[in-house]
């Protein structure tokens, strides 16, 4: 059976501001309503024969996935959290063992799970060959058939054909400079290498145990001590960290004398910058993409995305790149974009938050807003999803007001529980077991007033919780 296999380990920043560390492109609306992440299995979904959707992703990031695949009705065949990043090669390993648990013969289609395409029909196609060939033990690859001469990413240089559609890979190319990219775009016999495999699950192991053993041993001595947490399958953290950290490309497929690629032209994307986000998107009579409330004046060539809280206005510039945020605003020419880099570094250097966190975070059971903050007090602004909870906790630094906006806030603190409604307030000392619950069937939106010492998401002390965080 074919079992899709979504990698969402990444923590990319290429799209900063909009992409931060707990929350990667893959999990952005940037085309349309849905994400990157979404709209991969759902296209995963709809292939002939295809399982529910196995997904590797980080601890960090597990009930963003759960919760995705709930909105787009996607089962999800496994979502199984990686300890600690060390590439695609173990990741796939671990998906490869969790599929062969419950089908000794299962295919494996490997999908980043931040790459566009926009021809799902011809996608289905290249999967349908690559499935002939993985019959054959072949280990294949989809090269994206280029259309322009891109320095950005690496080539596959295909060999004989070995059935319609599908041919010897004779070696990979890392990126090239601009002449020799031009050469291969000319000779049309290279590939872009789209990150994208299949092959039998067993098969990809066999080579991996001969080409890397020691990633195999780590995934093997990993997933043996595996356990359920919720939705999510946990592996031994001290097996994993000892696995090297290595991409499918170097680890096996560059080894293998069994390498195949399926050459195809989906319309594909990695987004891996907001210059190729603009050169995927619909254009005006201008060449502008404008996205929230935007208003230009002789502006051309230019992508420029509003937050919600306010407008954008640009007169006579072309080929900006300008993305705002409720806490930063980035403004670059459009063939400097891979420069943003650079700005995160510069954050990370300086010890700030923003390339970790959006003012807004989304938690488990609901989402919080930071709408001020000054010296020894934060405000934030609440939403508990409705049957959700917070943790039993305490704070040994700081006291809480909370204020309903709207809802039932059923609210526990120290011995008491009590139920909190719209335009009521309580008060939670420095050092109280409180919790919060949401008992309705609708959202409930309260003001949180913190005043202490400390201020910190680390000053939280749980002692119970529901979603099984520490």
Same mark, same amino acid.
């Given at each position: 059976m074919l079992h899709p296999v979504v990698l969402s380990g990444g923590s990319?920043?290429? /799209?900063?501001? /909009?992409?931060?560390?707990?929350?990667?492109k893959q999990f952005l609306s940037l085309i349309g309503d849905r994400s990157l992440y979404?709209?991969?299995?759902?296209?995963?979904?709809?292939?002939?024969?295809?399982?529910?959707?196995?997904?590797?992703?980080?601890? +960090?990031?597990?009930?963003?996935?759960?919760?995705?695949?709930?909105?787009?009705?996607?089962p999800s065949g496994g979502i199984v959290l990686e300890p600690m990043a060390r590439n695609t090669a173990p990741a796939i390993a671990l998906a490869a063992l969790h599929v062969?648990?419950?089908?000794?013969?299962?295919?494996? /289609?490997?999908?980043?799970?931040?790459?566009?395409?926009e021809d799902e029909a011809a996608f289905r196609e290249a999967v349908a060959r690559a499935t002939d060939l993985a019959a054959k033990d072949w280990l294949v690859a989809f090269g994206i058939t280029p259309d322009y001469a891109e320095t950005g990413y690496g080539y596959?240089?295909?060999?004989?054909?070995?059935?319609?559609?599908?041919?010897?890979?004779?070696?990979?190319?890392?990126?090239?400079?601009?002449?020799?990219?031009?050469?291969?775009?000319? #000779?049309g016999t290279y590939a872009w290498n789209s990150?994208?495999? /299949?092959?039998?699950?067993?098969?990809?192991?066999?080579?991996?145990?001969?080409?890397?053993?020691?990633?195999?041993?780590?995934?093997?001595?990993a997933y043996a001590t595996a356990t359920a947490d919720l939705d999510f399958i946990r592996v031994g953290?001290?097996?994993?960290?000892?696995?090297?950290? +290595?991409?499918?490309?170097?680890?096996?497929? #560059?080894?293998?004398?069994?390498?195949?690629?399926?050459?195809?032209?989906?319309?594909?994307?990695?987004?891996?910058?907001?210059?190729?986000?603009?050169?995927?998107?619909?254009?005006?009579? +201008?060449?502008?993409?404008?996205?929230?409330d935007v208003i230009s004046v002789d502006t051309r060539g230019s992508l420029v995305r509003a937050s919600e809280r306010r407008l954008i206005a640009t007169i006579g510039v072309e080929d900006l790149v300008i993305i705002d945020t409720a806490d930063a605003t980035l403004v670059a020419r459009k063939d400097r974009v891979q420069d943003v880099k650079t700005v995160v570094d510069r954050l990370k250097a300086?010890?700030?938050?923003?390339?970790?966190?959006?003012?807004?975070?989304?938690?488990p059971w609901g989402s919080y807003d930071s709408i001020g903050v000054g010296p020894h007090f934060q405000v934030k602004r609440i939403f508990v999803k409705p049957g959700a909870a917070l943790s039993l906790q305490k704070h040994q630094h700081r006291a809480e007001h909370w204020v309903v906006v709207s809802g039932v806030a059923e609210v526990t603190c120290d011995d008491r529980v009590f139920e909190v409604r719209e335009n009521e307030s309580t008060y939670i000392p420095q050092g109280s077991v409180h919790r919060l619950r949401n008992r309705g069937s609708t959202p409930v939106e309260l003001i949180e007033v913190q005043s202490g010492s400390y201020l910190g998401e680390d000053d939280i002390v749980r002692l119970e919780d529901v979603y099984g965080r520490s």
């Open positions: 990319g920043t290429r /799209l900063w501001p /909009l992409s931060r560390q707990n929350q990667p979404q709209e991969t299995v759902l296209r995963a979904s709809g292939l002939p024969g295809a399982q529910a959707p196995v997904t590797v992703c980080s601890d +960090d990031h597990r009930f963003m996935v759960g919760e995705q695949l709930q909105t787009v009705a996607v062969l648990a419950g089908d000794d013969d299962a295919t494996m /289609l490997v999908m980043p799970a931040d790459h566009l395409v596959i240089l295909r060999a004989e054909e070995l059935a319609p559609g599908g041919f010897r890979i004779e070696r990979f190319v890392e990126k090239p400079d601009l002449p020799t990219a031009e050469r291969y775009l000319a #000779e990150g994208m495999f /299949l092959f039998r699950a067993q098969r990809y192991l066999d080579e991996l145990g001969r080409h890397a053993p020691a990633i195999l041993a780590a995934a093997r001595a953290a001290e097996a994993f960290a000892a696995s090297p950290s +290595d991409s499918i490309d170097y680890a096996v497929m #560059e080894n293998t004398d069994r390498a195949a690629v399926v050459p195809v032209s989906c319309g594909w994307s990695d987004i891996g910058s907001w210059s190729s986000l603009w050169a995927v998107a619909e254009h005006d009579a +201008d060449g502008n993409r404008h996205e929230g300086a010890g700030r938050s923003e390339h970790l966190f959006h003012r807004k975070v989304y938690r």
